[in-house]
């Protein structure tokens, strides 16, 4: 960008860089704890002249702690599918997955050799997914069906240290995730060139976060949801010609 975001100390910032503002200010305090340590305030001395400089040191001077200048993902995941063939009509599939990912990211938010607004991420997420299918023909053929069921588990951790003028804590949060669902589909083809097609499913997710800042002063909040949802599809298609269809649909969905 064009923009030097260091440029923003005397936007947001006006009170730490005026030794006169007033002291009824939310950083007035943080004002005066400069000036009494290191007799100079949070001025234009820390905006550099060029916007590829910066005086960011992702340290913080009151805590102590530094943050590592990173930001990094490491993931991998595994996949497989087993078929099984149960009659001439009628085969069954199951297809497993597994993912995960660890990822580290820190930010000096003032950019400052300060460490006002420096925070780190230690983010981890795995999630295993599980789908069964039944597959077949009926009617002589003449219908396509499929029936099975879809399951999700997964879960996720955000840790690591937040420190922002005189908030000092460390994040333990966590976000879990599970869905549950079955469904049927239908392609019934009276013709060559006609099909039609009906579709249901009924899905169940349940979701739970808990909000965990140690030392931040705030107790241990969680929350959890459970919603369940029926969709369905129909559509009808039929073949003008060999190179053109005409078809037409309705449905539902949510996410």
Not at 128 to 154: I, S
Not at 198 to 218: C, Q, V
Not at 235 to 251: E, G, R
């Amino acid at each position: 960008r064009d923009v030097n975001p260091d440029s923003l100390i005397q936007i947001i910032n006006p009170i730490l860089s005026s030794p006169t503002a007033p002291p009824d200010f939310f950083f007035s305090f943080v004002r005066d704890q400069l000036l009494q340590d290191h007799g100079f305030v949070y001025d234009q001395r820390f905006v550099p002249d060029s916007p590829y400089v910066t005086y960011g040191s992702n340290r913080d001077l009151v805590s102590g702690r530094s943050q590592p200048n990173t930001a990094s993902v490491q993931a991998w995941g595994l996949q497989t599918k087993f078929d099984y063939e149960i009659s001439d009509n009628m085969s069954a599939k199951l297809i497993l997955a597994n993912r995960e990912y660890d990822s580290q990211f820190s930010h000096d938010a003032d950019i400052s050799p300060f460490g006002f607004g420096l925070n780190g991420n230690d983010i981890t997420h795995s999630q295993f997914t599980g789908e069964l299918q039944l597959q077949g023909q009926a009617l002589g053929e003449k219908l396509d069906w499929t029936v099975g069921g879809y399951y999700l588990d997964g879960e996720s951790h955000m840790g690591g240290a937040i420190d922002y003028v005189v908030l000092h804590f460390l994040q333990n949060d966590t976000f879990k995730d599970q869905a549950e669902s079955a469904f049927a589909h239908f392609v019934l083809h009276p013709t060559e060139r006609m099909s039609f097609t009906a579709g249901l499913r009924h899905s169940k997710n349940e979701k739970e976060f808990t909000f965990d800042h140690i030392n931040s002063g705030f107790p241990v909040l969680s929350q959890s949801a459970v919603t369940t949802q029926t969709d369905w599809t129909l559509s009808a298609d039929y073949k003008l010609t060999d190179d053109m269809l005409v078809y037409a649909t309705a449905s539902t969905g949510f996410r």
